[in-house]
């Protein structure tokens, strides 16, 4: 008859599993150490980009202000300047790491079986203890703090078509700082005016309305050549705003779309066509001055419509309306995916409609 074995050696064995693979993934998050300024350009060098950050936020700039037009000049001018770009590995890909770790963990399953044989209730009793440990202590730290700021978003959008502004956040509650924005009145619900691809649901409130330039379409050219209606247009952006977002919407399926002069796919998602290929969403960053123009070859027998928004980074100073700065416990809504930002801007959107010809 085998002798009874304590159950602390294998619940040491366990947890130290756990706190390694924990360090490990602690680690492997780890930012790199900043590099000086005197490394190759086509390194990222921490020295270099804190020297954009004093350019621009070495004074306040409120969006329509003299100080706001010098900040994204400079913006713009470094950006056009580059010559490379740079491809890291996100949270979207955050799945390598953790299948790496998962093959690393595997080399313990032979240990891990030998501890179940020879105490049987250790790994359980291990497992409730730790887990029980994680909870206590993810609670205790969940607060938002200066160190462990917690993400909330929120945008100004003007409708050219209605005169309506909003205040709009993409966050599922509006929070201590959105607040101010939002009011105790917010509603919830798409808004299909501004975003009519857009199923997400969100909150919005009423907002002051601003006398702000929308973008402008100039019709150049429409005419149809057999079954295909080619439409060509001009759209320029009032201030040239950093960011110009086209959404494209025909009743007949589009087959050709030429921006600037170049290609680019009717279908959002090539893998995914809308249906009967009817929508067509583009953003253009950083358009120049004089605008761009945009040509769309689709089915004659359709109707071609086009909603243009511009995006200008920063909310609104408004008169009359005061609001408190981004306390130090919030941070801005950032997406992996940088079209889909609205955080921290100011929208104004306008509709164009191209009916059926006769």
């Not at 909870?135 to 209605?162: C, E, M, R, V, W």
Request: charged share 15%; glycine share 6%.
């Amino acid at each position: 008859m085998k002798p009874k074995r304590g159950l602390l050696p294998a619940g040491f064995l366990f947890l130290f599993l756990v706190l390694g693979a924990s360090l490990i993934m602690y680690l492997s998050q780890q930012p790199p150490a900043p590099l000086p300024a005197t490394i190759p350009a086509s390194e990222f060098s921490a020295a270099r980009a804190f020297r954009h950050v004093e350019a621009i936020a070495g004074a306040p700039h409120p969006v329509g202000t003299a100080a706001h037009l010098q900040a994204r000049n400079y913006i713009v001018s470094e950006l056009r300047a580059l010559d490379a770009m740079y491809i890291g590995l996100g949270t979207e890909l955050i799945i390598v790491p953790v299948l790496l770790m998962a093959l690393m963990l595997g080399l313990f399953i032979p240990h891990l079986d030998f501890c179940a044989r020879v105490y049987r209730w250790a790994l359980p009793v291990a497992a409730i203890a730790v887990t029980a440990v994680a909870l206590i202590a993810g609670s205790i730290t969940a607060k938002p703090d200066a160190a462990n700021p917690q993400a909330d978003s929120i945008f100004y959008a003007l409708n050219a078509d209605t005169g309506q502004a909003l205040w709009i956040s993409e966050d599922p509650q509006p929070d201590v700082w959105t607040s101010q924005f939002l009011g105790t009145g917010f509603k919830r619900g798409k808004l299909t005016e501004l975003f009519p691809q857009d199923s997400k649901e969100l909150l919005f409130a009423s907002a002051p309305v601003l006398s702000l330039s929308a973008p402008q379409v100039e019709l150049l050219d429409d005419h149809t050549t057999g079954d295909t209606r080619i439409l060509k247009m001009h759209i320029t952006s009032p201030g040239q705003a950093p960011r110009v977002e086209v959404e494209i919407e025909s009743s007949s399926p589009i087959s050709r779309i030429e921006l600037g002069g170049k290609q680019v796919s009717p279908q959002n998602d090539p893998a995914h066509p809308s249906p009967n290929g009817t929508f067509r969403t583009i953003q253009y960053w950083v358009p120049p001055a004089q605008g761009f123009d945009l040509t769309i070859e689709a089915a004659s027998t359709g109707k071609i419509g086009a909603i243009v928004r511009n995006y200008e980074y920063g909310l609104p100073q408004i008169p009359g309306f005061r609001y408190d700065m981004r306390p130090a416990d919030r941070m801005p809504l950032a997406r992996e995916f940088l079209p889909k930002n609205r955080t921290d801007t100011v929208l104004v959107s306008k509709t164009f409609a191209f009916g059926q010809q006769e």
